[in-house]
T-cell receptor, first 114, second 116 residues
């Protein structure tokens, strides 16, 4: 069965510092991979997704992620974080026809120090 | 574009009563909608997949008689928690796909349910 692991429950970085959030997946076929961000009072917002092609994916808000099949990873990165990036981040793998079934990781809570 | 709303945002009810949560796609038609449950400090768990005009498909372990899902139109799906108990207290989130197989889900802001 497919699964997603986000090893870091909580990460704190200083504003302006670089960020990397880890995500490992388990899926038998070529995965559809997603990163979502959840802010209080708001729905999950899609940051980026990978279906095929270039393994380095650019998303919104300056985020990028790199798909590494050999490591079963899809880590999210940002070169310089802003205080507004503080939120909960979820990695997900899409399974089934059209990647309709999303299996989410446990989430990583990001705190930004001023 | 691709905005999904949920109503209510918060609801408190007494044990034994039923609660209905609405999920609407505001600016697009959604043939497929999904209902998730999120426990505190935990991940989202898919409860069911709802297709317009047909019965919902429930995930293993989800009681279909307790969590009634109706997807009567291309812009509205409802989740009714029947005979609610305190253990049903949770954060319920819906999502919608633009078209079946488009691979991207757009999420509502969620509904916080507290059963006393």
């Amino acid at each position: 069965a497919q699964s997603v692991t986000q090893p870091d429950i909580h990460i704190t970085v200083s504003e302006g510092a670089s960020l990397e959030l880890r995500c490992n997946y388990s899926y038998g076929a070529t995965p559809y991979l997603f990163w979502y961000v959840q802010s209080p009072g708001q729905g999950l917002q899609l940051l980026l997704k990978y279906f095929s092609g270039d393994t380095l994916v650019q998303g919104i808000k300056g985020f990028e992620a790199e798909f590494k099949r050999s490591q079963s990873s899809f880590n999210l990165r940002k070169p310089s974080v802003h205080w507004s990036d503080a939120a909960e981040y979820f990695c997900a793998v899409g399974a089934g026809q059209g990647a309709q079934k999303l299996v989410f990781g446990q989430g990583t809570r990001l705190t930004i120090n001023p | 574009g691709a905005v999904v709303s949920q109503h209510p945002s918060r609801v408190i009810c007494k044990s034994g009563t039923s609660v209905k949560i609405e999920c609407r796609s505001l600016d697009f038609q959604a043939t497929t909608m999904f209902w998730y449950r999120q426990f505190p400090k935990k991940s989202l768990m898919l409860m069911a997949t709802s297709n317009e005009g047909s019965k919902a498909t429930y995930e293993q372990g989800v009681e279909k008689d307790k969590f009634l899902i109706n997807h009567a139109s291309l812009t509205l799906s409802t989740l009714t928690v029947t005979s609610a108990h305190p253990e049903d207290s949770s954060f319920y989130i819906c999502s919608a796909m633009l078209t079946s197989g488009s691979e991207t889900q757009y999420f509502g802001p969620g509904t916080r349910l507290l059963v006393l």
